[in-house]
């Protein structure tokens, strides 16, 4: 398919699809943790990301092989997507899918943040200016928001990790010769690295198995099939057609599909402070990622 020089409805729908996708993923994880250990689901779900991912490789003809010159950049990569998920899945074990994915989303604050700082040529305009001021405000007020009793200090401040482990991979992407490797080839390096990594230390975070039920066994295949292997595959693929910025502007949703999600599906409580900090945060992103 051609590459577009402005979204169109196909593209438009796709995202929308996209961010619904992320977004009930975090409450399937948080569901899926009843039957495994956060951090050994995480492990698990990088094994089965990979083995999928290895078998659409090989049918579609794209090579398992890293270049030498993207070593380092692939390692780093895979080490923060352990990190990212090992604090992400301990998150949601803790404290709430909408508080999780509030201040999880805020990833493009930090990376914009980052790049003003690291990239010359992305340095940021009043109006990105204004959007990062709006998004770090919502962030805030999410962490010092105590009134719901399902919420958890520590569970929000590794979802604020998580974040920052998540800005690092895309900055990582941008400023290492990984940037001129197939994203089969980038997402392949971060589940076959953080999978050991996950699986080696998860029973330093307590039992790998909890009260396994069907419902767990398909939440993980869920993970597997949907998110870590397919649904990575139809972001980098969705980049590959239309611009960047038009992509990026709809991250945005994720958090707002999330909350509502958290609250139809688990019942989790949102007062007022959680829907301010989730309209703060989604009006930062959309500016950042505004032309």
């Excluded at 080696?200 to 870590?228: E, M, T, Y």
């Amino acid at each position: 398919m051609e590459r577009k020089k402005h979204m169109d409805t196909l593209g438009a729908v796709a995202l929308i699809v996209f961010a619904l996708n992320l977004a009930f993923n975090q409450v399937v994880v948080k569901v899926t943790n009843g039957g495994f250990g956060p951090v050994f689901l995480a492990g698990l779900r990088s094994v089965g990301g990979a083995v999928v991912l290895m078998i659409w490789m090989k049918a579609s003809g794209v090579s398992f092989a890293l270049p030498r010159s993207s070593y380092w950049g692939g390692i780093v990569s895979g080490l923060l997507f352990a990190v990212e998920f090992m604090c992400l899945f301990i998150a949601l074990d803790l404290t709430t899918v909408g508080r999780v994915s509030i201040i999880f989303y805020s990833m493009p604050v930090w990376l914009a943040l980052a790049a003003h700082v690291l990239l010359p040529s992305e340095r940021l305009s009043v109006v990105r200016m204004i959007g990062l001021v709006l998004a770090m405000g919502g962030v805030v007020l999410a962490l010092v928001d105590r009134s719901n009793g399902q919420a958890s200090l520590v569970g929000d401040l590794l979802a604020l990790f998580a974040a920052f482990c998540w800005a690092g991979i895309a900055l990582c992407v941008r400023v290492t010769p990984l940037a001129r490797v197939p994203p089969e080839q980038q997402l392949l390096w971060q589940l076959v690295i953080s999978a050991p990594l996950l699986l080696l230390v998860a029973p330093l975070f307590g039992d790998l198995l909890r009260d396994v039920q069907p419902i767990h066994l398909w939440g993980l295949g869920f993970q597997i099939i949907a998110v870590a292997s397919f649904g990575f595959l139809a972001w980098f693929w969705l980049m590959s057609i239309y611009p960047a910025s038009s992509v990026a502007s709809f991250s945005f949703l994720s958090p707002v599909f999330a909350v509502i999600l958290g609250w139809f599906i688990l019942g989790e409580h949102v007062g007022w402070t959680i829907w301010a900090a989730l309209g703060l945060v989604a009006a930062g992103i959309f500016l950042i990622n505004r032309k």
